[in-house]
């Protein structure tokens, strides 16, 4: 079965710090899709990326970046010059594609970061 | 363009009991997926409704049921509570399902007594 793995349980940094948030991913599929999402306190969660198996650039979108190494089944999330509005609890996910055709996605038990002032 | 809607925003039920939630879903978004978040277990994919058809599943028991109508609105039932179903309930809405770009509600937070 799918397994992601986000070690970090909790990350605090002073505003403008770099900070990188790890995921670790298990699967047996060829091909699969990884996402990040951002919780913030109000609840609702917030669509970063998807990125599928077959793509292993880097992807930056302004402060933010990801690194995706099949090599390493990681897909790790950095933001540069951490802002106090990124604080929130951040979500790295897989795909699952059921024996039956089910699709799914498996989430990894999220980082708490908070960025201080 | 209006955001995911989910009704009520809290809820305080018994055990035994019943309770049935709603979501909105961003204007021609016809997928509609239900997540349940709770400290212990994280976030679980319940299941997913296309067209009014339920298309993907989770692994809960049958307690957990769930419906779509034809303006994509979805409602998620849950029969005979137990202390264990307490938890934040997510609605996310999608063009093409569960493992395209979502858009999540801010949820029902359902506390069972």
């Known amino acids: 079965a799918q397994k992601v793995t986000q070690a970090q349980t909790e990350i605090s940094v002073v505003e403008k710090e770099d900070v990188t948030l790890d995921c670790v991913y298990e699967t047996r599929d060829t091909t699969y899709y990884l996402f990040w999402y951002k919780q913030p306190p109000s609840g609702e969660l917030v669509f970063l990326i998807r990125?599928?198996?077959?793509?292993?650039q880097n992807e930056i979108s302004g402060r933010y970046s990801w690194n995706f190494q099949k090599s390493t089944s990681s897909f790790n999330f950095t933001i540069t010059a951490s802002q106090v509005v990124d604080s929130a609890v951040y979500f790295c996910?897989?795909?699952?594609?059921?024996?039956?055709?089910?699709?799914?996605?498996?989430f990894g038990q999220g980082t708490r970061l908070t960025i201080n002032p | 363009k209006a955001g995911v809607t989910q009704t009520p925003r809290y809820l305080i039920k018994t055990r035994g009991q019943q309770v049935t939630l709603s979501c909105s879903p961003i204007s021609g978004h016809r997928s509609v997926s239900w997540y349940q978040q709770t400290p212990g277990q994280g976030l679980q994919f319940l299941f997913e409704y296309f067209s009014e058809t339920q298309r993907n599943k989770g692994n809960f028991p049958g307690r957990f049921s769930g419906r779509q109508f034809s303006n994509s609105r979805s409602e998620m039932n849950v029969s005979t509570l137990e202390l264990g179903d307490s938890a934040l309930y997510l609605c996310a809405s999608s063009l093409v399902g569960p493992l395209g770009e979502q858009y999540f509600g801010p949820g029902t937070r359902l506390t069972v007594t």
């Open positions: 996910a897989l795909s699952e594609v059921t024996i039956q055709g089910a699709q799914k996605l498996v």
């Open positions: 990125r599928n198996s077959f793509d292993e």
